[in-house]
């Protein structure tokens, strides 16, 4: 049976939940005009830019003193950032004539505002070959090859790759043992070398070409991430556990172990109260291992206390040697989520986009019809004047420009707010009292409004208390009553006929982003027949 389901930011066909963003939302306020009255420096990606005198910019928020404006740069490119209220001379509001509640213009009709997106990744998440049904890409690695963005999760048949992280081509893998988890890659001699728990490492001249992975060494290890160093040497390091990470060098043309492993991260919950596995009489979980090299310190990036909960989180380690002796940062947590909407931000790793700007990709936690049941988080991250490894999280669920967009890497946003959160709602119809219309609403990607069938007829509104500026949607899907049409023999994991039952199908991603600009209170979404 076919339902329209909704949760949080927005369901359809078979659960979802919605939310919708917006620049300035009550009707007669508009996003100010403005000049610059003095000279300000801004930054854009590495490069710094001077704003001479009377730069027009479109004010998009006020706050503390700072203004989040639209602008154009000198040689034309568009650029988001904050600068100080006091160098900007505001302009005259022009009033339109014909009516008083006009929205404000577009801010692309201004500079070419970037595109978006928001988290969860949009992404057609893999149906799991094991019972409970439930969709799960986790334990991201993120590289840059041949000026592509390629994202390798666990547990989805293959991988993807983007020149913008927006529009992703998957490659369907029958060559690599996908079905094991915690992909690790890394370019070694110009080959992709790919590796995960328990599989040895692979290599391939072209990853498009499926059929061009090879294995070529027998190493292995639980949560591996292989690092090659500036300097060109390649480590290995490892651990899923309740005690402690790992790591050795690998010879870079054999791949084979140099020397005895050397201790890593590991766990101390008595201190660090978010390695607290709290609930549960086991120890953290020690995992997720990732390393990166900056101004000639080397982070050792840990994820802990357990997947399934949503303060899932990332720790860190210092040293000036690969090998350690590591030292616990004690800022850790540096990547940390849990709360809003997508929440964990565990077991990832950190990586420069094409400008040149750190983000770091992670396990987002959903875990309700089973304890791998996740998502992916993309977020902006990057080093301190001192040092100390960030990642924002801070509205990491609201929209952002994706990496390499020409904005302040420090402010990835438009600014536009959730304006749908617990707002009165109505629908055509509930499943039953688990899935009533407010959770549609309610910022809980644990739970979710379903109708009671996907029929053409099924409708969900809600009523945003006033006439607001709409600027995107986000529709979240769930898997209400989801079931596999199959069967798998012979425990044979990698059949192609499984693989292509088990991908999300046509017409049923995870989620939906759509950007607009209108001007609405009432906002009815309905089912369309399929």
Not at 253 to 277: M, Y
Request: aromatic share 12%; glycine share 8%; net charge negative.
């Amino acid at each position: 049976m076919r339902r329209c389901l909704l949760s949080v930011r927005f369901l359809v066909c078979f659960a979802a939940g919605f939310y919708l963003f917006t620049t300035l939302c009550i009707h007669g306020q508009s996003a100010a005009e403005a000049r610059v009255k003095e000279t300000v420096t801004v930054t854009a990606g590495q490069n710094q830019d001077a704003l001479p005198i009377g730069t027009p910019v479109h004010v998009l928020q006020q706050n503390n003193g700072e203004a989040t404006v639209n602008l154009k740069l000198p040689d034309g490119s568009p650029l988001i950032t904050q600068i100080p209220l006091g160098s900007l001379e505001f302009l005259p509001v022009k009033q339109s004539p014909s009516t008083v509640d006009s929205a404000p213009h577009d801010s692309t009709a201004v500079v070419g505002r970037p595109p978006t997106f928001c988290n969860p990744l949009n992404l057609p998440y893999r149906f799991q070959l094991s019972d409970p049904i439930r969709r799960e890409a986790a334990d991201p690695t993120m590289i840059i090859y041949k000026k592509e963005y390629w994202l390798f999760p666990s547990m989805s048949g293959g991988y993807w790759h983007s020149p913008d992280c927006l529009n992703w081509t998957y490659v369907r893998s029958t060559t690599l043992p996908v079905e094991c988890y915690a992909p690790s890659v890394e370019m070694v001699n110009g080959r992709m070398l790919w590796t995960a728990c328990g599989s040895g490492i692979w290599a391939n001249d072209d990853p498009s070409n499926d059929s061009g992975w090879k294995k070529v060494a027998d190493t292995s290890g639980a949560d591996p991430d292989l690092f090659l160093s500036d300097e060109g040497r390649l480590f290995f390091y490892q651990g899923c556990s309740t005690g402690s990470t790992d790591a050795v060098e690998l010879d870079i043309n054999t791949l084979k172990p140099i020397g005895k492993p050397v201790q890593g991260a590991s766990p101390d919950p008595e201190h660090r109260g978010w390695e607290t596995h709290y609930g549960h009489e086991s120890a953290p979980w020690i995992e997720g291992s990732w390393m990166t090299e900056h101004n000639g310190t080397y982070y050792l990036q840990y994820a802990a206390p357990a997947t399934e909960v949503d303060y899932y989180g990332d720790g860190v380690y210092t040293s000036k040697d690969s090998l350690g002796p590591f030292t616990y940062a004690p800022y850790s947590p540096f990547s940390f989520k849990p709360t809003g909407f997508a929440r964990g931000a565990g077991h990832s790793s950190t990586f420069k986009d094409l400008s040149g700007n750190y983000w770091h990709i992670a396990t987002i936690a959903i875990s309700v019809r089973h304890q791998f049941e996740r998502r992916l988080g993309l977020y902006p991250a990057g080093f301190t004047p001192d040092g100390q490894l960030y990642c924002n999280t801070y509205l990491g669920d609201y929209p952002q420009y994706p990496p390499g967009a020409k904005v302040d890497p420090q402010h990835p946003t438009p600014g536009w707010m959730l304006l749908s959160y617990n707002k009165p709602a109505e629908a055509s119809s509930t499943l039953d009292e688990k899935h009533p219309v407010e959770d549609a609403f309610d910022e809980n990607i644990h739970d979710w409004w379903s109708a009671k069938t996907g029929n053409n007829g099924e409708w969900l509104k809600v009523d945003l208390g006033k006439k607001c500026r709409i600027d995107a949607i986000q529709t979240n899907f769930a898997d209400q009553d989801a079931k596999a049409y199959g069967m798998l023999k012979n425990g044979d994991a990698y059949g192609m006929s499984l693989k292509s039952l088990m991908m999300a199908p046509r017409g049923i991603p995870a989620s939906i982003r759509a950007r607009m600009k209108s001007t609405r209170r009432m906002i009815t979404f309905n089912c369309p027949r399929r």
